[in-house]
């Protein structure tokens, strides 16, 4: 909206000027998604609590009985922040703007429907449906990006969007069209790692803090020619726009993180963590750096390899590897405290996230 104004009036009012600088807006956007988590979120789980929607848990995780009546689906609150100051401060000529908010609605709507089966049967949708939902989400995304992105410039060159580059290293390569099979695996992996993350207070609040501060930083970048043309990186034409709805989400997180620390007052829920993680999926996309998102959102990664691992060895070997899967309650079976887990894993996430920045770099 306020872009808008600086489009009608700069001519007439030209302090507006600065309305066209998006290390501003971002700023702003970040600030305002803040104060309205701050605002609404205590409201929120006053409402969760006089309608006793809560979560229920896991049998399995006994440890957790005393979270039981905890209100869940923070997600939307964190999804209202992001949209109103997205739509006070973003730019929605912008295709790539336009592509990543859309992904975000889409997948924090597949996620409300499953909370809400859930608060009212006690059991969500199947995986099935859950997968058949996000599978054709992401179908749509892919398509759409064919259709209205544009490829990107390197070391003056153009390239289409099948081009992958590496990390330490000033080579791309061409992966036809199996790129688009990884762009599908790419969103649909994330989405489910940060869900899968999500089971202690704070933990996938915490960990994506870091990890969206880093795609932030390489989202700037990748938008300005300057910087990618010095450090070899691939220039995107138009997408620092992004860095608003990005800091407009490190915002919310921060702003959320206030209410689901330990002891959480509230879980974000599938509504949350589901588009949050295809989120920084489609966006390590857009920006060419894919294979950097497995660096800085090392923690999601390995907390779903921790899942696969498990499943395959119980059902190939009948043996389990882990005492629990994902490996946060792995580490609680072990003995560890929920605090000492959570916040071991954020330090592993922030260094993670410096490693991926100083990989810029090192090429």
Known sequence: MFYYFYDLFVNSLGFLNILQYITLRSALAGISSFFIIIFFTPKFINYMNKKNFSENISSYLTQHEG????????????????????????????????????????FAFSGFIDDLIKLRKGKGLSISKKIFMQISITLFLILFFILKIEGFSYSDSFFSNTFISLPFTKELFDLGLFYYVLCFLIILGSANAVNLTDGLDGLATGSLLSTVGAIFLLTYIAGNSIYTNYLYLPYIKDVAEISILLSAILGSLLGFLWFNSNPAQIFMGDVGSIPLGATIGLVSIIIKQEVLLLISGGIFVIEALSVIIQIISFRLYNTRILKMAPLHHHFEKMGYSESKIVIRFWIISIILALITIASLKIR
């Open 67 to 106: 979270k039981k009546g905890t209100p869940n689906m923070g997600g939307i609150v964190i999804g209202f922040s992001i949209l109103i100051s997205s739509i006070l401060y973003g730019n929605f000529e912008n295709k790539n703007f336009l592509l990543v908010l859309g992904a975000y609605i889409l």
